[in-house]
Structures are given as structure tokens and as C-alpha cells.
């Protein structure tokens, strides 16, 4: 007699990492439409490599399958679509004012250091390419900080182990 749970007709996997996506689109909806309060402030990973992610050349140039954004000075004209399923976002990089839209199934984490909370995001494997190598290090510009880790939020203890 197994001892392995049956498998699973209904996509829970699927469902959990949609509403976790939800968090981050609600947080960029506030920021939207208030702007961001006090010192909060966001770090945004996602794949560059992702389908229906348009960022300008010179970024996907130098980040080829992931990279970090950082919501909190200066930004510009963010926009969340959610019929479209994506975000877009001014922002500049070495003084070049970018627009980037990203899809929110490209995310693979958020963060608001501000607040300590973080969550990190399975890859959308409904329209996610195979994994690519890991990415360089963003620039000191768009790098994380150090000081604070965030609380992150794992479906791994949830998932069912597979022989």
C-alpha cells in the first residue's frame, strides 16, 4: 500500500501561484492610482525571456532572462491591465527613460522591503520558457538591499512529492 496522497484533478498549484501574483498586481494598482505611501518602495523580478515581455534592447542585451526593477523615486506612467494580464512602467536606466511591459506571469518575486514582505513565484509554466542560465547580478542601481530580509512566501511545502 502507497502512502503517496492520489493525484490531484483540480490545478491547486496553478490556483495558489495566481493569487499570489494577485498580492503584487494589488500593490501595483495602489501605487497606480495613489502613488507609493511613506518609504515604501518595490523590487520587481521578472523574466526578460518570458513571452509578451517588451523591454528595450539594451536591456534585454544585458539581462537575457531575468532581471530587478525598483519602484520608488522615480517611475513613471505604471499602468496595470488586468484584462491584459501585465503591467508597464517608465523608468530610467544610466539616464535613458525606458518603457517596460511586463506580463504578470513573467514575475518571479516582489518585495517591499519597507514593509519586510517579499514573495517569490514558480515560474508561469503555462507559457514559460525553458529555464535559461542564471542572470548576472543587476547593478548597484537596481541590486536589493542587504540590510533587511523579506519574509518569503513558498508553495513548497504544499506541493506533492513526485517519485
Not at 509554466?125 to 541590486?143: H, K
Amino acid at each position: 500500500m502507497s502512502n503517496t496522497p492520489p493525484e490531484s484533478l483540480l490545478p491547486y498549484d496553478s490556483w495558489a501561484a495566481r493569487a499570489l501574483r494577485g498580492v503584487a498586481v494589488d500593490a501595483l494598482e495602489f501605487a497606480a492610482r495613489n502613488g507609493l505611501p511613506g518609504e515604501h518602495h518595490f523590487y520587481i523580478s521578472f523574466r526578460t525571456d518570458h513571452p509578451g515581455t517588451n523591454i528595450p534592447g539594451h536591456l534585454k542585451a544585458r539581462y537575457p532572462s531575468e532581471m530587478t526593477i525598483v519602484l520608488q523615486h522615480r517611475f513613471w506612467d505604471l499602468a496595470v491591465d488586468r484584462a491584459a494580464q501585465r503591467f508597464s512602467v517608465g523608468l530610467s536606466f544610466s539616464g535613458v527613460p525606458s518603457m517596460l511591459s511586463i506580463p504578470f506571469g513573467a514575475l518571479t518575486a516582489f518585495q517591499d522591503p519597507q514593509a519586510n514582505f517579499g514573495l517569490r513565484f514558480e515560474p508561469d509554466t503555462a507559457t514559460e520558457p525553458t529555464p535559461a542560465a542564471p542572470a548576472p547580478e543587476p547593478p548597484p542601481a537596481v541590486a536589493p538591499p542587504a540590510a533587511e530580509t523579506p519574509q518569503v512566501v513558498s508553495l513548497d511545502a504544499f506541493r506533492r512529492k513526485r517519485d
